[in-house]
């Protein structure tokens, strides 16, 4: 799987009205071959007021590509190429969201492990 990397940076404070300072935000677009399949919205911004150097504000895989692999790649990828801490937040109600994260969280410490 090839995945290609479109990246947009700007300063909006509309995304997140709610945040009284500008946020500079990283959208990602994730592809494979040529089919847009999904995308990540990055920023630094906590929930929890904690320093962090990344964080998944948005993450989603369209319906079509899901359950083959991409999300976890992506992830993969994501991790791969922006070091340091992350963090993320997903709504309790959002079973699929929590079912996937949990799974990531599993094989992170899978893959640290075999290191």
């Known amino acids: 799987m090839a995945m290609k990397w479109m990246r947009m940076e ?20 994730i592809y494979d071959d040529e089919a847009w399949i999904g995308f990540a ?7 929890t007021g904690e320093e962090i150097d990344n964080a998944i504000a948005e993450f989603s895989i369209f319906p079509a590509y899901r359950n083959k692999g991409y999300a976890m790649d ?11 801490s992350w963090q993320l937040k ?21 893959d640290l492990k075999s290191r």
């Open 74 to 84: 992506a992830i993969r990828l994501l991790v791969e190429e922006r070091k340091g």
């Open 10 to 29: 700007c300063m909006n404070t509309d995304i997140f009205r709610f945040i009284l300072r500008i946020v500079i935000v990283r959208f990602i677009f």
């Open 41 to 47: 919205l990055l920023n630094k911004y906590s929930c």
């Open 90 to 110: 997903c709504a309790l109600n959002n079973a699929n969201g929590l079912y996937f994260w949990k799974k990531v969280k599993q094989k992170n410490i899978e």
